[in-house]
């Protein structure tokens, strides 16, 4: 677990036990693998199943353990029951591939998410840039589910995916150039340190969260983000009232379930992007970057910071309808993009002026 | 009233020019969609046969019937009282306002008038029944537009008026509650009061989704403009009800045609919108609602006392006549003709339902939109499968 290239001024703590390198990635590969069901288990029980209920005056599921927090659990077990179906004219591989490639695209996200001073996967210089990029492979298995399902909705709702994901991904890298400009760095690592170790006007206590000054990207982000997973304004691949499902409207049973688990674990993944990115990641106010204390304290702080921001999406998700695929492409090209860029000249010019 | 326009002329020769252009010019083939019978926008089993040019719609074809059940053939086999319980089915979120015109009909021809008592509370639960059906479609609409949580505010708060049916009939949702010359029971004790609470409920409910979902910018982004129906379209193809007033048209048979229920006792306003649009058919039915609810409270300050049934024959015979009666239902204007050779059963009756004319007009209002305005016009034009299939 290599932290050699941070600017920190506190050096990272280093860990009494060495460890050989397969045993890291052993533990490494099994933490990711834990990961994104929990993250996926965690934001369909509090945001999709408890708190959208409590938001429509109903109590959601009360009978699966105490509060229905086991109701995922019992519906994925359900799901693993279910016939595996192939449509007819389906092209079986490609089919059977989509909804592995959506899942791929989740697991490469959370390689690059620190959680403490030692706790990265993969502490790439261009941490940021990488994970934007990994997270929009998810389209291509949602396009290949669209094409491969031979069906009608499928398709249309592949096809609206494709050109959705195409508009928001400009206005979401342009919303993270603002940070990487700021922050001097494309490191995730190193973000996580300037906002840790910058100062707002003189008071340092809690650091610089980038929020504060990059308040337009951090919409920007949320809202391309919304986009970008799908979610209820920008809903329309998935459009239930129209295309029924849309493209994973052919997929039954473990397929659908790996949809699912997509979907949610990437809403997690990037709700820490934006945790990591805005709110200082896993960086907690009065807790030295350089302890061990930080290695502890800083996963339960990025948790946190991702379900705050993940309320946000869910929040959206519950109480907006859905924009039609032309005013989609329309809010994008005309207004995101311009503000997106208008967002980057500000931060040069204010990088230059103070 | 003109049957045919220039501006529905020149929007059938634009639709041909788009299809030949479909075909011909590019050579590309435009996709053949059904959207139904089983499809959720369609809340039951309307099937509808879209060709697509991308994502916008050449032609559209509604294709009914899924739902038959034969009901125009079903009363000739039943008594008088039995029609009664059938008819309640037709238009099932609306129950109990199905009923009203089929015993007014038959109390038409046996020369009958139900007690002035049975008239008030008739009117009462005929415009309870239309909001508990518009109700859900306010929040239905949402669905259909992607918004989840209205529809539940929806369910909530009809219960109030589910119960207070319940109350008064013992069923929620066929009260089979009148009967000819008046109605079954009397009003239970203390309902007055609840009523009078549960339409200060429907208000705050529909001022809660003024405030959630007609105020929401991507609602009237995805609604206004979207399946426009002109006056004279609107007319010539039939429509009634809300459809037709959110057209401008000013026609409520509730005002326009005397019946003997109570609508003239009561201080009221015919709600029309000038702009034809989904977002006007929206707002005209959540006008309909709040005014539903004041002329509840106005008719239940006034309620007279006295019988609530008029002496009727045990076994009745109607006598042998023709009769045409319709109301303004929550949908349009439903009615039925009555054949009847004197019998204990009518020998023909002809239904009008609001929804079947209502969704006539589809393919002239689908073509050149987009698939999901297909999901808007249908949601907006708000019918119900058993009032287009009956």
């Known amino acids: 677990m290599t932290a050699a290239a941070l600017p920190l001024v506190h050096a990272a703590p280093t860990f009494a036990l060495e460890l050989a390198y397969w045993q890291e990635t052993l533990i490494k590969v099994g933490v990711l693998l834990a990961v994104i069901p929990f993250g996926a288990l965690v934001l369909g029980y509090v945001y999709l199943l408890k708190m959208m209920s409590h938001m429509q005056s109903r109590l959601g599921p009360m009978e699966a353990g105490p509060h229905g927090v086991l109701q995922l659990v019992a519906d994925g077990v359900k799901f693993l029951q279910k016939e595996d179906i192939f449509p007819e004219r389906a092209d079986r591989f490609v089919f059977a591939a989509a909804p592995m490639i959506v899942l791929l695209g989740t697991f490469l996200v959370y390689v690059v998410v620190p959680a403490g001073p030692n706790l990265v996967i993969a502490d790439l210089d261009v941490g940021i840039f990488f994970a934007l990029g990994v997270a929009s492979i998810s389209v291509i298995g949602v396009l290949m589910a669209g094409w491969a399902s031979a069906s009608k909705y499928s398709l249309l709702g592949g096809l609206r995916s494709a050109g959705q994901l195409v508009a928001y991904e400009l206005p979401l890298i342009f919303a993270v150039v603002g940070v990487a400009m700021q922050a001097g760095t494309l490191s995730l690592q190193g973000i996580v340190a300037y906002q840790a170790e910058g100062a707002i006007f003189g008071f340092d206590a809690i650091g610089l969260p980038l929020i504060i000054p990059q308040f337009v990207g951090f919409a920007l982000f949320m809202i391309s983000a919304q986009a970008e997973l799908t979610q209820t304004p920008f809903d329309m691949p998935v459009a239930e009232s129209e295309l029924v499902g849309g493209y994973h409207v052919e997929y039954t049973g473990f397929r659908f379930l790996l949809f699912f688990m997509g979907e949610f674990g990437t809403a997690f993944a990037l709700s820490a992007i934006a945790a990591t990115l805005f709110l200082g990641g896993w960086y907690v106010p009065g807790i030295d970057p350089g302890t061990t204390l930080a290695n502890v304290v800083g996963p339960i702080a990025l948790f946190l910071k991702t379900m705050i921001v993940a309320f946000f999406i869910f929040w959206a998700r519950i109480s907006f309808p859905r924009f039609r695929e032309d005013q989609l492409q329309g809010f994008a090209w005309k207004w995101l993009v311009q503000i997106a860029l208008a967002n980057v000249l500000l931060t040069g010019l204010f990088m230059e002026l103070f | ?390």
Not at chain 2, 177 to 205: S, V, Y
Not at chain 2, 244 to 271: C, E, F, I, M, Y
Not at chain 2, 341 to 351: C, L, N, Q, S
Request: aromatic share 8%; net charge negative; hydrophobic share 40%.
């Open chain 2, 1 to 390: 009233m003109t049957a045919i326009t220039d501006r529905q002329q020149l929007a059938y020769i634009a639709g041909q020019a788009a299809e030949a252009r479909v075909n011909v010019e590019l050579e590309t083939e435009g996709m053949l969609l059904n959207i139904g019978p089983q499809h959720p926008a369609t809340h039951g089993t309307l099937r509808i046969v879209v060709q697509l040019d991308g994502e916008q719609v050449i032609a559209a074809d509604p294709v009914c019937g899924y739902m038959h059940r034969g009901y125009e053939k079903l009363v000739e086999v039943r008594k008088y009282p039995q029609i009664n319980t059938l008819v309640n089915r037709i238009d099932w979120l609306g129950h109990f306002a199905n009923e009203v015109p089929f015993v007014l009909a038959a109390e038409q021809l046996m020369e009958i008038e139900a007690p002035e008592r049975a008239q008030w509370i008739r009117t009462i639960l005929f415009e309870l029944s239309r909001i508990a059906n518009i109700a859900l479609f306010l929040g239905d609409m949402g669905v259909q537009l992607g918004a989840l949580t209205p529809v539940f505010f929806a369910f909530r708060d009809r219960e109030h008026v589910l119960n207070l049916m319940e109350a008064a009939s013992g069923g929620r949702f066929h009260p089979n509650f009148n009967r000819i010359g008046g109605l079954k029971d009397d009003l239970p004790k203390g309902w007055i009061d609840e009523t009078r609470q549960a339409m200060e409920r429907i208000r705050r409910f529909c001022d809660e989704l003024e405030t959630l979902l007609m105020g929401n910018e991507i609602f009237e982004a995805r609604t206004r403009g979207i399946g426009v129906i002109p006056p004279e379209i609107a007319q010539s193809y039939g429509l009634s009800g809300p459809n037709l007033r959110a057209s401008g048209v000013d026609w409520d048979l509730r005002r326009d045609v005397p019946t003997p229920l109570a609508w003239q006792h009561v201080d009221w306003k015919v709600w029309t919108h000038p702009d034809g649009d989904s977002f006007a058919r929206y707002w005209v039915r959540l006008q309909e609602t709040r005014e539903a609810t004041r002329i509840v409270d106005q008719l239940l300050d006034g309620l007279p006392s006295g019988p609530i049934m008029a002496k009727v024959p045990r076994i009745i015979k109607v006598p042998e006549g023709e009769a045409w009666v319709s109301t303004e239902n929550p949908l349009g204007e439903m009615g039925y003709y009555i054949v009847s050779k004197g019998d204990t059963g009518p020998f023909r009756v002809k239904i009008r339902s609001a929804s079947f004319n209502n969704i006539s007009i589809l393919p002239w209002l689908l073509k050149g939109v987009y698939v999901p305005d297909i999901i808007t016009i249908l949601g907006s034009l708000y019918f119900i499968l058993g009032d287009i299939d009956r």
